[in-house]
């Protein structure tokens, strides 16, 4: 799964936040101009998937794509291009010298947000130039599908909304996507990327009370994932999450009734065959249902699995992997929340709630070694969230990326574990004056986060006192008091040509006696040795 999901809707969060960057026009095909942001991070600090290409770090992000070719020294952003726009990217794939991004935004509906997809962009030349395709939308006179000898009643497909593609795979020439609403679908590799419009498949699988599904089959039931104008039928099993493609023919596809696998990916949608595998129909079983990302460790030949816990009051939230192609399956890091799956040779990361996972003992699949607190190395800064969605080995596997709700991080792994050797890389506004600060996100919640405060040593290592004061400026809180900082201490940005970097501290919320102050408007205070006092608000929301 390559996004952030809870229950079954995903609320994409965009933040006012822009890279400390510059802006750089060049020409492509047809002599249209594409902008693109080169920065010291990336575009955003929700990363929601990571995909290593070579020399080449591709980020799908909240705030689009990121790209680097030097190992993270330098990004470059694709938001507010013309290509990506202001899109999500919410899933990324390489197949064929190509890579694919798919896309999505938010809409208010009846005061609701919920997301929506917007199709995805590839590239042939690695990201120079881009085509889009649209989200892959049914017509609405496209009430049936055929299935072997079975003409199938099926509700159309015909918005966007829901219907967002969370997951790539590529298979039988094919690329796949798992698209919630709007189900498991494949184009031909050749046909897409030569044709934009290229006509989409639609996957039929096992309905929730089969285990099985083949063309010989006589069948009768409608293809719709909820209750619509054919009646009350609702699927779970048309509700898709997640994909991998182990080899050239199979194919795993996870939903919210499990894991569906077919070892002919490369017939026509209508002949294929599927199997379904649940934490009801087998007596070794995944944890949970709901499968939101699957992975593969070529070394193990082990499929892995993100089953969360769906209806059934005896499904659990766990990783379950199988070694024997889905016949059995083992659960580990039981009440964990996986996200995410990366492997190289006998090393596998899973992303989760409580930090990502590695493998400790390479024999065995039940010793994991979290990371325990993440700081910078150079800079001394704490990473301030445990939640990872995503991640990815450079091609020798010396190097993770692992993506977290709040930054990007970056873990040289000389020995193939953990090591201390981190690098954070924060997304935020740069600071436009020596003299210039300001407080992000802002307003926030003491119960969900903590507020960062940006500042300006110009440059330098210096003293720093920082304190906070409530709307009469009574004193509340020092946050830090004469401890160096800039100089690498904390920076988070390097200096520019005006002799402004980006140093960044925290606060919690919680007055000097550690309660959490009460909703309203605070102030806080930067003396930094030499130079003038930095005020600046904050606003707490609970």
């Known amino acids: 799964m390559k996004l952030k999901i809870a229950a079954f809707i995903i609320l994409l969060a965009f933040q006012n936040i822009f890279p400390q960057s510059l802006l750089r026009t060049f020409e492509i095909g047809n002599n249209k101009k594409t902008t693109t942001f080169e920065s010291e991070n990336p575009a955003s600090n929700s990363i929601n998937d990571i995909l290593v290409v070579g020399d080449t770090i591709w980020l799908g992000t909240s705030r689009g794509l990121s790209q680097s070719t030097d190992n993270g020294t330098s990004w470059k952003n694709y938001y507010n291009t013309s290509e990506f726009g202001t899109e999500s990217v919410t899933a990324l794939l390489y197949a064929g010298g190509v890579i694919f991004a798919s896309t999505a935004h938010s809409v208010e509906k009846d005061g609701t947000s919920f997301p929506e997809g917007s199709g995805l962009r590839f590239s042939s030349d690695n990201g120079i130039t881009w085509q889009a395709v649209s989200q892959p939308l ?270 990007l991080v970056k873990n040289e792994m000389p020995y193939s574990n953990w090591s201390d050797d981190w690098k954070i890389f924060y997304a935020s506004q740069p600071l436009q004056r020596k003299d210039d600060s300001y407080a992000f996100p802002n307003p926030f919640s003491p119960k969900m986060e903590k507020v960062k405060i940006k500042y300006n040593t110009g440059g330098a290592s210096k003293k720093v006192t920082i304190r906070i004061f409530d709307f009469g400026m009574n004193y509340l809180r020092t946050v830090i008091q004469n401890v160096d900082r800039g100089n690498p201490a904390h920076v988070i940005n390097a200096s520019n040509a005006d002799g402004i970097n980006g140093v960044l501290d925290y606060w919690d919320g919680k007055d000097d006696s550690g309660s959490v102050v009460p909703n309203g408007v605070y102030f806080y205070r930067v003396e930094i040795q030499g130079q003038e006092l930095q005020f600046g608000k904050i606003m707490v929301i609970q």
């Open 138 to 407: 049914d017509e609405p006179g496209d009430s049936s599908v055929r299935y072997g000898n079975n003409v199938l009643r099926a509700l159309p497909v015909t918005v966007a909304v829901q219907n967002i593609i969370y997951d790539f795979a590529f298979a039988g020439n094919k690329i796949w996507i798992a698209a919630f609403a709007g189900g498991l679908r494949s184009v031909s590799f050749d046909s897409l990327t030569n044709n934009t419009k290229a006509k989409w498949s639609r996957t039929i699988l096992p309905p929730d009370y089969l285990s099985s599904l083949k063309p010989s089959d006589s069948l009768s039931f409608t293809l719709q994932p909820v209750a619509g104008k054919f009646g009350k039928e609702e699927y779970l099993n048309y509700r898709l999450f997640s994909l991998v493609a182990i080899n050239d023919s199979t194919l795993y596809a996870g939903t919210a009734n499990g894991i569906n696998k077919t070892t002919n990916a490369f017939l026509p949608a209508d002949s294929l065959r599927w199997e379904k595998f649940n934490h009801q129909n087998q007596d070794n079983p995944i944890s949970g249902n709901f499968v939101v990302a699957l992975g593969f460790n070529t070394y193990y030949k082990t499929v892995f699995a993100a089953s969360w816990k769906a209806n059934d009051q005896n499904e659990f939230y766990a990783v379950s992997y199988s070694k024997d192609g889905g016949v059995n399956w083992n659960t580990t890091l039981l009440g964990e929340k996986p996200h995410n799956f990366a492997s190289y040779s006998s090393s596998t990361i899973i992303t989760t709630d409580n930090g990502p996972f590695l493998n400790e003992i390479r024999s065995s699949l039940n010793s994991w070694l979290n990371t325990g607190s993440i700081i910078d190395k150079k800079t001394g800064l704490a990473l301030q969230t445990s939640v990872f969605y995503s991640a990815a080995f450079s091609n020798n596997g010396l190097t993770a990326w692992v993506g977290s709700e709040d930054g």
